[in-house]
C-alpha cells in the first residue's frame, strides 16, 4: 500500500535562519517516504490560532522553536514526562489528542555523549545562561542524573529561580549559583552569534571553573569566541551541531515511526550551514 503524502514543519519567529527543512527533507528523501517540512513564521501572539490552523489543515505534527516553546505546552493536550518536567515542548504531533514532547534534553545528552564522550551522571556541570536554552538543558542534565549543578546568569534572580525548579524535578541534585571547578561547561547563552560578542563568562571565572570539555550550543559560527578561549586553556569543545541534529532526529522518529538516516542528516547538516 502506497505510503500517503505528509507534511510536517516547524513554526518560530524569525524563522528564514533555519536548517532543519534541508535536514529532514533530506531524509525523507533519502527513506523514499512522500513527506515534506516547510518553515512557518509565526508571531508570538498568533501562535495558538496558527497551531490550531495547521491541525486543521492535516499537517502531521510541527517542531516547536523560539520563543514558542513554553508557550506552546500550554496548548498541547498530552505531554510526555519530558515535556512535562522540563515545562516546553519543541515537537507536536497533531493526533487525537495533540501530543507534546521536548526532544531537546535527548539531543543534548546524546550529542555529549558522541562528541565529548561524556555521560552526566555522577558529574558536577556549570551552565551559562539560565534563559529557555539554559532551562532545558539543566532540567535534563538533572534527569539524566548530574551530580551537581552550576547555574550561572548575569540575573541571579533568574538563576535562583531555576535552582529551585530543579530542586524539584531532581531533590538529591546539588545547585550552586557560583562558580566552582566542574567538569563540563556549557554555553546556553547566544553570546557568540556575532564577533563582536563579549565572552559569557569572565576569565576570573573560567579559572575558577577550570573544565576539562566545553560544549557551546551555538553551531553557527562553528567555532565561536567562547570555544577558541576554552581550546586555549586546554578543554577539549563542542559546538551545538550535534545537538540539533540529535532532537531533530528524535522528533522525526516520533512522527514516523521510523529510524532517522543520521548520517544522511549529518551531512545535509554541515552542508547547509557551513557550506
Not at 502506497?2 to 518560530?12: D, H, M, N, Q, Y
Not at 501530543?99 to 562528541?115: I, K, M, Q, S, Y
Not at 548575569?154 to 524539584?168: C, G, P, Q, V
Not at 559569557?200 to 565561536?224: H, K, N, W
Amino acid at each position: 500500500m502506497k505510503e500517503a503524502k505528509k507534511t510536517v514543519g516547524i513554526v518560530g519567529h524569525p524563522i528564514k535562519h533555519t536548517a532543519s527543512p534541508a535536514m529532514h527533507n533530506a531524509a525523507f528523501r533519502h527513506l523514499k517516504m512522500p513527506w515534506s517540512y516547510t518553515a512557518w513564521d509565526v508571531p508570538p501572539a498568533r501562535l495558538k490560532s496558527a497551531l490550531e490552523r495547521l491541525r486543521k489543515s492535516g499537517v502531521a505534527g510541527v517542531n516547536v522553536t523560539v520563543p514558542h516553546k513554553t508557550r506552546a505546552a500550554g496548548y498541547v493536550k498530552k505531554l510526555d514526562p519530558a515535556a512535562r518536567k522540563i515545562g516546553a515542548v519543541n515537537t507536536i504531533v497533531f493526533s487525537n489528542p495533540t501530543r507534546g514532547f521536548n526532544t531537546d534534553g535527548h539531543g543534548l545528552v546524546r550529542a555529549l555523549g558522541r562528541e565529548l564522550r561524556f555521560q552526566p551522571r555522577g558529574k558536577t556541570i556549570a551552565i551559562a545562561g539560565c534563559g529557555g536554552a539554559g532551562q532545558a538543558a539543566a532540567a535534563a542534565l538533572a534527569l539524566a542524573g548530574a551530580r551537581k549543578l552550576i547555574l550561572l546568569n548575569r540575573t541571579t534572580s533568574r538563576a535562583r529561580a531555576l535552582s529551585h525548579r530543579i530542586r524539584s524535578l531532581r531533590p538529591k541534585a546539588a545547585v550552586s549559583l557560583k562558580p566552582e571547578k566542574c567538569h563540563l561547561l556549557i554555553n546556553a547563552t547566544s553570546l557568540g552569534l556575532r564577533k563582536s560578542d563579549p565572552l559569557p563568562l569572565s576569565l576570573q571565572e573560567l579559572r575558577v571553573l577550570q573544565p576539562a570539555l566545553f560544549m557551546d550550543m551555538i553551531y553557527r559560527p562553528a567555532t565561536t569566541a567562547f570555544m577558541k578561549t576554552m581550546k586555549k586553556q586546554g578543554a577539549r569543545t563542542a559546538n551545538g551541531l550535534e545537538m540539533l541534529l540529535q532532537q531533530g532526529a528524535r522528533a522525526f522518529e516520533i512522527w514516523t515511526g521510523r529510524k532517522a538516516p543520521l548520517e544522511v542528516m549529518r551531512r545535509t547538516l554541515k552542508k547547509e550551514i557551513y557550506g
